[in-house]
């Protein structure tokens, strides 16, 4: 059974960074894309950016581009998000995932597994 915790969640101010943690457990996670996708309540829950199974090849909501950085390692099985210049938008809870295939994960529909997620708040 796979298990994926996240951290590093909290109340920031805008501007400010914070960097989320994916710590996951249970079975060999290597060949498989991974992701951060983020909900606030009555929205779909959205992708933020996705890492391949390599970490060589990511991909950015528009909306971060230039904002945040994926990355993973994948002898720890983690897999982190570091957030710089983050704006009240930004706010929601925040959820690890791993696709279905080794390249991309397109949408929540491709999502094999998810976090429990974790909190950010950006304050204005």
């Known amino acids: 059974q796979v298990q994926l915790v996240e951290s590093g969640g909290g109340l920031v101010q805008a501007g400010g960074s914070l960097r989320l943690s994916c710590a996951s457990s249970?079975?060999?996670?290597?060949?498989?894309?991974m992701g951060w996708f983020r909900q606030v309540p009555g929205k779909e829950r959205e992708s933020v950016a996705t890492i391949n199974w390599d970490g060589d090849g990511a991909t950015y909501a528009d909306s971060v581009l230039g904002r945040f950085i994926i990355s993973r390692d994948k002898d720890k099985n983690m897999m982190y998000l570091q957030m710089t210049e983050l704006k009240p938008e930004d706010t929601a809870v925040y959820y690890c995932?791993?696709?279905?295939?080794?390249?991309?994960?397109?949408?929540?529909?491709?999502?094999?597994?998810w976090g429990q997620g974790t909190q950010v708040t950006v304050s204005s």
């Open positions: 995932a791993v696709g279905r295939s080794s390249v991309t994960i397109r949408s929540a529909l491709e999502v094999r597994y």
């Open positions: 249970g079975r060999t996670l290597s060949t498989y894309a």
